[in-house]
T-cell receptor, first 116, second 114 residues
Framework: GAVVSQHPSRVICKSGTSVKIECRSLDFQATTMFWYRQFPKQSLMLMATSNEGSKATYEQGVEKDKFLINHASLTLSTLTVTSAHPEDSSFYIC????????????FGNGTRLTVT | KNQVEQSPQSLIILEGKNCTLQCNYTVSPFSNLRWYKQDTGRGPVSLTIMTFSENTKSNGRYTATLDADTKQSSLHITASQLSDSASYICVVSPYSGGYQKVTFGTGTKLQVIP
């Protein structure tokens, strides 16, 4: 089946530094990738949608200059948390899909970010 | 505003018992509905996907039903196992031509105890 690899699974960084999270579709071409944030005991909150070769579309309230998304190819999207603060600590998950309304979302295993 | 509500919020059942999780949605027009299982600290994994014309879909011990008229779906788990302990998320997709934006339910946290 379709596999989405997300890396790293865990990262600890200091305040003020930047962290890059990668999301790769291993055996299919992902025309669209999504980035989510998940707080404890809550469901996924969509942060942004990225289509290969175009700028990401950010959800209301998500700072695009803080959460930089790059979808450079059909198999790779990256999320960079810039100038991280402790309140950015969270679980970040990506998902990817092929074209078509009924194509399923395939999720990565998430990245636990801790900002100290 | 598109919404997906799930119930119960949490559930504890004995190993071997059956259970049913509910999902009500207001997404319209509707394209498809999916159930996902999310283990703690992991990404969601797809269990079933149904379009508006499908009433039921099974995946092993998981059976999902859909009533597009009442905008309700259920996920039935039979002969529960300890490994079924997870959060179950209902995800509904609107039909919007080329662009698709899903709505996530808040999830049901299931705990199966021996």
């Amino acid at each position: 089946g379709a596999v989405v690899s997300q890396h790293p699974s865990r990262v600890i960084c200091k305040s003020g530094t930047s962290v890059k999270i990668e999301c790769r579709s291993l055996d299919f071409q992902a025309t669209t990738m999504f980035w989510y944030r998940q707080f404890p005991k809550q469901s996924l909150m969509l942060m942004a949608t990225s289509n290969e070769g175009s700028k990401a579309t950010y959800e209301q309230g998500v700072e695009k200059d803080k959460f930089l998304i790059n979808h450079a190819s059909l198999t790779l999207s990256t999320l960079t948390v810039t100038s991280a603060h402790p309140e950015d600590s969270s679980f970040y998950i990506c998902s990817a899909k092929t074209a078509g309304n009924n194509s399923p979302l395939h999720f990565g295993n998430g990245t636990r970010l801790t900002v100290t | 505003k598109n919404q997906v509500e799930q119930s119960p919020q949490s559930l504890i059942i004995l190993e071997g018992k059956n259970c049913t999780l509910q999902c009500n949605y207001t997404v319209s027009p509707f394209s498809n509905l999916r159930w996902y299982k999310q283990d703690t600290g992991r990404g969601p994994v797809s269990l079933t996907i149904m379009t508006f014309s499908e009433n039921t879909k099974s995946n092993g011990r998981y059976t999902a039903t859909l009533d597009a008229d009442t905008k309700q779906s259920s996920l039935h788990i039979t002969a529960s196992q300890l490994s079924d302990s997870a959060s179950y998320i209902c995800v509904v997709s609107p039909y919007s031509g080329g662009y698709q934006k899903v709505t996530f339910g808040t999830g049901t946290k299931l705990q199966v105890i021996p």
